[in-house]
């Protein structure tokens, strides 16, 4: 019985001391942890700098999506390129209102503390993934739309009708494939030191899953590989389209039925010109916005977590921050990229800031133009008529032989000037120069 005791009485102290070092092993590893945390002051610089992000995105996308609305509606945008605005600015939209709170939560204020759930975490990735490469494939079909009306004029009539609502599904659809994966391969998991077997407590990341690594490193190289291929064909169509646009005009660009003009109105060819060179910048954006939040990426499908050196885990997390930023402003600089493109958006912008929208439709305004020349043109009409009647009147009466009553009686020589006949030899030459002799 004694020797029983003893045993209870020495498991306990053997639990007990484990439980402690388990504790002190836990506390130390959180410690190593905060250390990667930043510090005060620069998580109230993020907090202020993500707040003015997701202010300046709401405020702009909403601007923009009832801007684009109204030029459409006034005769100044197509109804194709309307439809890629407002399809771009509500993948700008979500990008901001689901990401940005969600990573100034949990990747500065509190970057080591457990996670909300492994189902929240799923949907989260996959909700953020899908609309932000829906952001890159609706700069693809807006560039490829372009593309044919600028370059291939007769297969975009001909490819005309619910093009531009299929482009956009399929932009949709594509970057909810592209995100899929991502509802398998991410979930929450503890982080485990080496030489243990168990997570350490409240060191649960929202992550790739190990058991699922494969799937995981395939869908952010294709992921990545999808940003580089889009990003080059935008370059090459909008190069193609620079060419076009700068060649001299042709027979190809006159109307559709052939009866048009041969060459495009001065209005229409500034709108694509302003079309591309918003293209251009946007190509530019994306380059230089996206392309530390996918090196972070590629940080993370390069390398499995279990063999990330403490060097290699550092870099990462001061990538963090600045990816996120240029990421999230890349969804803030399309409204300003529209503004620097084309002046008649810049114009219906600043006035629907300002709630005095006062944009008048481009057929009236073509026609009040129209009517304002022609009554200028009628006003001036009849001083014209009279200046014509009367150098008739003056050239019929000098065309005119005089009778023989005049030739018998001669004009008075003290006769007024203005008020006399002309003599019979400027009859005969009156174009005749006087005789300065």
Known sequence: ???ITEQISRTKVNKSTRETDIMEENEEVQRDW???EPSLEVKIFLTVLYSLILVLGILGNSVTIRVAQVLQRNGYLQKSVTYHMLSLACSDLLVLLIGMPVELYSAIWFPFSSSSGDATCRIYNFLFEACSYATVLNIASLSFERYLAICHPFRYKALSGSRTTKLLLSAWICSALVALPLLVATGTEGHVPEGRRTPVQNLTFCTNLSQHWVMYRTSIFTAFTLYLLVLGGVAFMCRAMIAVLRAPMGPNESGAN?????HESARL???????????VLIVCALLVCWMPNQIRRLMTAAVPKSAWTVSYL??????????????????????????????????????TLLCRLSLQHANRRTLESSLASKSSRSTSRPLLRRSLDRIRMVIGDRSTPPSSVERQNPPNPTADPLTSEPQEDEINQPTALPNTN
Not at 258 to 262: I, L, N, R, S, T
Not at 270 to 277: D, E, G, P, V, Y
């Open 314 to 351: 550092r870099s990462y997390v001061k990538l963090n921050p600045v990816a996120d930023s240029f990421f999230y402003l890349s969804s803030v600089l399309n409204p300003l990229l529209y503004n620097l493109s084309s002046r008649q958006f810049r114009s219906a912008f600043l006035q």
């Open 269 to 279: 060819k500034a709108s694509r010109k302003q079309t591309i060179l918003f293209l």
């Open 34 to 36: 905060k250390k990667l």
């Open 1 to 3: 019985m004694v020797v």
């Open 258 to 262: 052939g009866a048009g003009p041969k």
